[in-house]
């Protein structure tokens, strides 16, 4: 391997690790959330079906991870999981909570379309073709959610002054 080579490599695996991180910050910040959501019901059912894409996706990872004989972080999975529980914590102390986490989620699935783009790119430069595959089905589930929660966001946020207006809890 030449230096090229071996640096695209190292970039690669560290960006496989953070994007673990990012998937168990995803879990967290999902898993706090569905648990809060009383008045919006087709989100809950979505956001749960997210969680067990984004497990998949986790696991997905972890199998490319240790096609070069390496595995995850756990401290930037600890890490990231606790960011992920003091985002929702923030939140749900909001009156606007639902309106603030459609925001938020719909950042942070940009976020992480751009980071599995950017993971096919380096899988190209180190020739690791097998990870193809497995990279576009997590960038597409990324891009379906990120699609998903844009067409909701303006029903969502009618529904939050519709129940704010009538005196009704709104946020969750």
Known sequence: MNQHTDTARDV????????HAVENQAVELLERQVGRLENYPEMKGRMQEH???SKEQARRLEQLLAEFGTSESSFKDMAM????NMAAIGH????DEVLKNTLANFAFEHYEIAAY????????ATGHSAAES?????????????EWIAAHIAPTTLRYVQRSAAGQTAGV
């Not at 749900?92 to 009156?95: G, L, P, Q, R």
């Not at 783009?117 to 190209?124: E, G, N, P, V």
């Open 12 to 19: 690669y695996i560290t960006g496989l690790r953070n994007q």
């Open 51 to 53: 969680i067990a894409e």
């Open 81 to 84: 999981s606790i960011v992920g």
């Open 92 to 95: 749900s102390m909001a009156t």
């Open 117 to 124: 783009r950017s993971l096919l790119t380096l899988a190209d």
């Open 134 to 146: 497995l990279l576009k089905q997590s960038l597409r589930e990324e891009e379906q959610m990120a």
